[in-house]
């Protein structure tokens, strides 16, 4: 079994900052891409950014410049820092990752429970 285990986010105002963590745990043999996705009321789910583990990165154009991701391959964790928060940017934010499982080898996309982050104006 393999879990996305979250952490951070809360409420913050305008042209604050946030941290997001996210923990991949459990029988994982190898993880490839890791990222973020979020989603807010009534609006479909969307990618925030995502990272490979050799480093290359892809941002949605709208955190472009004010959203940083990282990854410590080591410890099967993604971050996503965020600066500068607009109230648009509220949205229960999801971690993902392609990850390759102990035993079976086979490749299975996991996703975290949802942390909510707040802007308020």
């Known amino acids: 079994q393999v879990q996305l285990v979250e952490s951070g986010g809360g409420l913050v105002q305008a042209g604050g900052s946030l941290s997001l963590s996210c923990a991949a745990r459990?029988?994982?043999?190898?993880?490839?891409?890791m990222g973020w996705y979020r989603q807010a009321p009534g609006q479909e789910r969307e990618l925030v950014a995502t990272?490979?583990?050799?480093?290359?990165?892809n941002y949605a154009d709208s955190v472009k410049g004010r959203f940083t991701i990282s990854r410590d391959n080591a410890k099967n964790m993604v971050y996503l820092q965020m600066n500068s928060l607009k109230p648009e940017d509220t949205a229960v934010y999801y971690c993902?990752?392609?990850?390759?499982?102990?035993?079976?080898?086979?490749?299975?996309?996991?996703w975290g429970q949802g942390t909510q982050v707040t802007v308020s104006s």
């Open positions: 993902n990752a392609d990850v390759q499982r102990v035993v079976t080898g086979v490749w299975f996309r996991y």
């Open positions: 459990g029988s994982i043999f190898s993880i490839n891409t």
């Open positions: 990272t490979t583990g050799r480093g290359p990165t």
